[in-house]
């Protein structure tokens, strides 16, 4: 008997291999420090693994509620109370409002397959993380991309405003953003709770890097916003508040009613989440100041690499939240953005982004991402060696 394999059409004809992927191949290989991809080569407080080990030793270890274990989704809502609450902002019932998933990447798609029916348009604002368009694309739904305003990423809202049109399903945004850095303002909020009001555009927040934003910006949740919040599916990541990227637990914060359709497709994709991991970061989160010393922590580290870039033929933007910092190489080198990093990683041994990578057209604005959320020895091993340039 022949063996064959069926022919089949794919679902994403314009996906391939992720530029994160091939950039930490190449950073592997050339034996460079990776700054490109964004994680942590630091560990987590000992604490937290000591509390998820209790967790499994104490029995938390079948299956918990679909919605995520109560405990975890109390401490979540008395979060967002606490840091949003005094704002006027929104309040959230932990049963029936917060849903833990597997990371904010499982929030972003099941939120986008609850609402997105096939012939939906979704506006995504460019550069943006590389899963939204796939996400999208699976559900059906038609890409409308907004271009964020070149050399300062803020957000251009008369070409927002004009791209919504009566097939406009949802809009995602994302502050503090990557791959830029910059942190949208409580007026930029405001605006788009204007431009939004009279229509039913729901909206995709993602909030992941929330607690890395640098004084004097102010991460303004949406939750902050009631005319935002009414219509928003707010995503959270425990991996990137607690430097546990690979446990990949995150929240989804919504209204009741999107809740619902949001839990009708969670419960058919993953069902739940690690139960162990649940319980253990509900206990804690009892302790805030984790996450209320997150930017002190990360702004040490960006100043710590800003100051070694300082003399060099980099042109810094600003990095006000996130761990990443953009550069312009337009002083530096000719190439194209993305053969540039491969010469960096290759001949410098320094692994970095091209930011056209986030575009959809490859848009080429002679930009590079760095991350910062690194050891403080790796950094220094990267500045030695950006040295050189």
Request: net charge negative.
């Amino acid at each position: 008997m022949i063996e064959r394999t069926p022919a089949l059409q794919t679902k994403l004809p314009a996906v391939g291999t992720t530029i994160f992927t091939v950039m930490s191949g190449l950073a592997a290989s050339s034996g460079a420090v990776n700054l490109g991809q964004g994680f942590p080569d630091f560990d987590c407080d000992p604490r937290l693994v000591d509390a998820v080990t209790d967790a499994m030793a104490h029995g938390h270890n079948q299956y918990p509620p679909m919605p995520g274990v109560p405990a975890l989704r109390e401490a979540v809502a008395a979060k967002i109370k606490a840091l949003h609450g005094p704002h006027r902002g929104r309040t959230y019932d932990a049963a029936s409002e917060i849903t833990v998933t597997a990371g904010a990447t499982q929030a972003i798609i099941t939120a986008i397959l609850a609402v997105v029916h096939p012939g939906d348009e979704v506006i995504v604002l460019e550069p943006c993380y590389d899963s939204y368009v796939p996400n999208i694309e699976l559900a059906g739904g038609a890409v409308v991309r907004v271009p964020l305003i070149p050399g300062t990423f803020r957000p251009d809202f008369d070409r927002i405003a004009a791209a919504i049109t009566p097939r406009t399903r949802a809009i995602l945004i994302n502050s503090p953003h990557n791959p830029s850095a910059t942190v949208w303002s409580r007026d930029d909020m405001l605006k788009l709770q204007e431009i939004l009001a009279p229509t039913d555009v729901l909206l995709i927040s993602d909030e992941v890097y929330e607690h890395m934003v640098y004084a004097p910006a102010e991460h303004h949740s949406v939750a902050r916003f009631p005319g935002l919040a009414a219509r928003a599916f707010i995503i959270s990541s425990f991996g990137k508040t607690y430097h546990v990227t690979g446990w990949k637990v995150g929240t989804v914060a919504a209204p009741a009613a999107l809740t619902v359709e949001f839990r009708k497709v969670h419960q058919y994709t993953v069902f739940t989440v690690n139960t162990a991991v649940q319980y253990g970061l509900a206990a804690y989160m009892a302790d805030p100041r984790p996450y209320l010393e997150l930017p002190a922590f990360y702004s040490a580290k960006r100043d710590l690499f800003r100051e070694g870039l300082k003399d060099s033929k980099f042109r810094l933007l600003p990095s006000d939240g996130s761990y990443f910092q953009c550069v312009d190489i337009s002083a530096v080198s000719d190439l194209h953005e993305t053969e540039f990093c491969q010469w960096l990683t290759t001949e410098i041994g320094v692994a970095a982004i091209p930011l056209s990578a986030f575009y959809g057209n490859g848009f080429d604005q002679r930009v590079v991402r760095f991350c910062f959320a690194k050891k403080d020895e790796t950094l220094r091993l990267a500045l030695e060696r950006l040295a050189k340039l």
